[in-house]
């Protein structure tokens, strides 16, 4: 389990929001009214009691911070170290002495400005000394704020560190950069470390975690290290110094015999010899990556030579300690991150000692000898000579080899998808289990539904004997038809008939223009233009004699038409004489005008009428007005209301906000602030 949560540490405010966070809180928190007519104690309690709390509220954010920053003493000493290389152990320690005076200091101002509230004689005395105490308190905050801004560059810094626990099981890779060993750590785990092909792409410590025996192992990638100089490496190598150092880990050191790093295999075997002291006590594998680019048996001699050297310093590391190499093999192993060829081996190379080592310990600790004494392993004693080996009934054995022999036979469907092509390729038959009569029926194309239809209900085993009778019998009726055809010709028909016939069609066609007639209305027939009417046959005349045939006064029609007719050029439009009355006897009443055209413009139209309120139209559903007149008195009376609120109408149910809140929120004498 994870023993350090840097995460969960508290932000730290600057110097000028501390102050203003600490002001704020003492303003809402304290009463705020006080009148120079109460008693002098009630003056002096009133400033005190701000004092003290102001006092209170900065002692209590600076414990906090003090409190929740590891103690480089106390915390383990990976921590110890890898805070020390990235911060700065001394600045550390500097900034937190800086916040705890201050915080001493605060509560000494208070102290004193408290004992000289308590001799104050008048309200302006007493305000003027908790001015000057609080003054103070911010000048000492306000001091500090450089302490407060480096160690919350720290927080955040230290929020990003990896949470890493330095007692659990923990595979480390080290080596030089570009080797591999990000790649490493992203196939083993779920982790996903940035890969890319210069070096110290790596620039601080990643954890991912894999699982091996049922047990969790965290994996650790440390970034590159060159071969130099302790004092002479930057904060990023030392970061993997620090690791190697205070682990207790499987260590994997990484070796590119490719050279495709940019460094030798001579320089890599140097880098090995000068860091081998932190390999002390701990399970070392040399892992040869890339060897698909360059196996290791194609190296020359000279740096096979400086890779067995390396395998050798290797297998001295464990002495006594508990998982020593059972073999050379475990020591030094091959592998390609590219093919994967050799990851999962190393894996359990590296996981399998570290287990061993553990086990080997807690051993030969003092705790084990509690546990033990709770186990007793019984061991049966032979009562005689004879041996009792186990009794198998024969048709358990017979079942068992069937079954073994069943699983080898039998193919299943992943066998097949690689047997033909793999995933993508490969498409599984879902018709191979199907009960048919034959087996070359499997896979005919028939679908089940086609148009909506269950196709089996179409199905007759006897459709081809059905389908020969039906042609049979459409054979023999297009013989009787072909013996019972006649056309409807004039000779085959009497004279009778053909009177009829003739009668028929003309009736026929009379309805059919009888019918077009109708459609048609007198604005949507044609007028024929006069360049079509030459012989002038559509006249006047002509249309009076045709209506006087049919017994129609013509005369009407003729003047209205006279009166269209009337070239309107030069004068302005005047009523037309249909639009008048058409009665014959109020015109005659208008004899003594002498002017037709001014008795006619004379004439007025009369007004369209309004239908009252209360008149029931039919369609509406009322019975009678006095009906009607009552259903709108209600919809009035209903709608008062409503227009009163200003709603829209009756699906207006919006409620108006009763109690702005800049206009009732603000400070409160008495009562809680659950609210803000």
């Known amino acids: 389990m994870v023993q350090y949560n840097f995460k969960k540490i508290t932000v730290v405010p600057n110097g000028k929001d501390f ?47 003090i409190d929740e920053f590891p103690r480089l003493d106390d915390i383990h000493p990976f921590y110890g170290d890898l805070l020390h290389v990235l911060y700065n152990k001394d600045h550390y320690k500097l900034a937190l002495g800086q916040i705890n005076t201050a915080r ?112 969790r192992y965290q994996v650790i990638d440390t970034p590159g290290i060159l071969d130099r100089p302790f004092e002479d490496r930057n904060i990023i190598e030392m970061c993997s110094i620090t690791a190697l150092a205070h682990l207790r880990a499987a260590v994997l050191f990484f070796l590119d015999v490719s050279g495709s790093c940019g460094y030798s295999i001579a320089q890599q075997a140097a880098l090995f010899h000068s860091i081998k002291s932190l390999f ?127 699983k080898e036979k039998r193919k299943t469907e992943k066998d097949l998808e690689d047997e033909n092509g793999g995933a993508g390729v490969y498409s599984a038959s879902l018709k191979k289990n199907y009960i048919l009569a034959h087996d070359e ?17 179409f199905i007759d085993p006897d459709i081809l004997q059905r ?18 055809d006649f056309e409807m010709d004039g000779e085959e028909l009497t004279a009778e008939e053909k009177e009829a016939l003739a009668e028929i069609r003309k009736k026929k066609s009379l309805l059919i223009q009888e019918h077009r007639m109708k459609k048609s209305t007198a604005e949507s027939r044609p007028t024929v233009p006069r360049k079509f009417d030459k012989d002038r046959k559509f006249t006047t005349k002509r249309m009076g004699r045709q209506l006087s045939a049919m017994g129609v006064d013509p005369s009407k029609a003729i003047n209205r038409l006279r009166e269209r007719s009337l070239s309107t050029r030069g004068r302005k439009r005047e009523r037309s004489t249909d639009r008048g009355h058409d009665d014959g006897d109020a015109m005659d009443m208008d004899v003594d005008q002498p002017n037709k055209k001014l008795r006619l413009r004379s004439t007025s139209r009369s007004r369209s009428r309004s239908r009252p309120p209360n008149e029931v139209v039919p369609g509406e559903g009322f019975k009678d007005s006095a009906q009607k007149s009552k259903a709108l008195k209600l ?37 809680k602030t659950q609210r803000r």
């Open 467 to 484: 389908l020969e009778e039906l042609e049979q019998e459409e054979g023999i009726r297009q013989a009787e038809e072909g013996d019972d």
């Open 19 to 65: 102050v203003d966070i600490i002001l704020s809180r003492t303003q809402r928190q304290t009463p705020t009214v006080v009148h120079k007519g109460y008693a002098i104690s009630r003056l002096r309690q009133f400033y005190m009691r701000k004092v003290k709390y102001t006092q209170q509220n900065f002692h209590e954010k600076l414990s906090t911070i």
């Open 635 to 671: 919809f009035k009376n209903s709608a008062k209301k409503r227009n009163k609120d200003a709603r829209r109408g009756e699906a207006d149910r919006v409620i108006p906000t009763l109690k702005p809140k800049h206009l009732f929120s603000g400070k409160r004498s008495i009562g």
């Open 441 to 457: 029926w499997k896979e005919d194309v028939l679908p089940e539904i086609l148009d909506g239809h269950n196709v089996y209900d």
């Open 280 to 406: 002390m006590n701990k399970p070392l594998t040399i892992v040869c990556n890339k060897t698909d680019l360059q196996p290791l048996e194609g190296i020359s001699e000279e740096d096979m030579k400086l890779v067995m050297e390396m395998k050798s310093e290797a297998m001295k590391t464990l002495v006594a300690q508990g998982g020593e190499a059972t073999n050379d093999a475990d020591v030094l192993l091959t592998m390609s991150t590219l093919t994967e060829e050799g990851v999962i081996a190393v894996k359990n190379a590296a996981c399998e000692r570290l287990l061993n080592q553990r086990v080997e310990m807690k051993m030969k600790s003092k705790k084990i000898n509690d546990c033990l004494n709770r186990f007793h392993v019984a061991m049966p004693k032979p009562r005689d000579q004879k041996e009792r080996p186990p009794c198998i009934p024969q048709p358990v054995l017979e079942a068992k080899a069937k079954e073994a022999a069943e």
């Open 104 to 215: 001493n200091l605060i509560s000494k101002i208070a102290k004193d400005y408290v004992k000289l509230l308590k001799y104050g004689d008048s309200l302006y005395r007493c305000k003027s000394l908790k001015v000057a105490a609080l003054g103070r308190m911010c000048t000492v905050m306000k001091r500090i704020g450089p302490s407060l801004a480096y160690l919350e560059q720290i927080r955040q810094h230290m929020a990003r560190l990896p949470s890493i626990d330095p007692n659990t099981r923990t595979v480390l890779i080290c080596g030089y950069p570009n080797v591999g060993k990000s790649s490493f750590i992203n196939k083993i785990t779920r982790a996903d470390v940035d890969v890319q092909p210069y070096a110290f792409t790596t620039k601080s410590l990643f954890v991912g975690h894999t699982d091996y025996k049922y047990l």
